[in-house]
T-cell receptor, first 114, second 115 residues
């Protein structure tokens, strides 16, 4: 019963490098999300996918791209990493549909950009 | 736009004492409110939600929250704190501006329970 799995757990990049953060859920959820968490700012939504085949921008999408590969997987890509993207990134999923369904979170990817 | 505010960065309480973590909200229409908890190096875990109905909502781990429409508040409470309750707590409100379930999170309140 893994829930939401994120890989890698830690990563250090140099400015300008690219990388993809992976996320997979085994709960058959329709909706998936990517957040970043920064001290004193709570969680901010980067992108979300309401259902397989759709993606939409959240509050802070600049510098990121996403792919909803299938119902299980939702990846986040940094094309040219910048120090301002140093953060902890969380993937989440929810059933979608009714508006009161809680989101289930992975344990995060801690990303440092030098 | 929907928003929530958590006015306290940190709350300190002694074990066995009651605890309250404050949250106020600003929404257009009826609010859908949530509390989540985050333990070190972990993702957020759902605690409870208010959609409609009773103003006192019971959730996981003995937590409850009181919805107060006149004060636009949704404070998290527990009658007797445990050291293991020490964590980061987030209040969230559903974003009503779209037809899709997005959440807007507060900045979080760190709860420290001393033995």
């Amino acid at each position: 019963n893994a829930g939401v799995t994120q890989t890698p757990k830690f990563q250090v990049l140099k400015t300008g490098q690219s990388m993809t953060l992976q996320c997979a859920q085994d709960m058959n959820h329709n909706s998936m999300y990517w957040y970043r968490q920064d001290p004193g700012m709570g969680l901010r939504l980067i992108y979300y996918s309401a259902s397989e085949g759709t993606t939409d921008k959240g509050e802070v999408p600049n510098g990121y791209n996403v792919s909803r590969l299938n119902k299980r997987e939702f990846s986040l890509r940094l094309e040219s990493a910048a120090p301002s993207q140093t953060s902890v990134y969380f993937c989440a999923s929810s059933e979608g549909g009714p508006f009161d369904q809680p989101q289930h979170f992975g344990d995060g990817t801690r990303l440092s950009i030098l | 736009a929907q928003s929530v505010a958590q006015p306290e960065d940190q709350v300190n309480v002694a074990e066995g004492n009651p605890l309250t973590v404050k949250c106020t909200y600003s929404v257009s229409g009826n609010p859908y409110l949530f509390w989540y908890v985050q333990y070190p190096n972990r993702g957020l875990q759902f605690l409870l939600k208010y959609i409609t109905g009773d103003n006192l909502v019971k959730g996981s781990y003995g937590f409850e929250a009181e919805f107060n429409k006149s004060q636009t508040s949704f404070h998290l409470k527990k009658p007797s704190a445990l050291v293991s309750d020490s964590a980061l707590y987030f209040c969230a409100v559903r974003d009503m501006d779209t037809g899709f379930q997005k959440l807007v999170f507060g900045t979080g309140t760190r709860l420290l329970v001393s033995p």
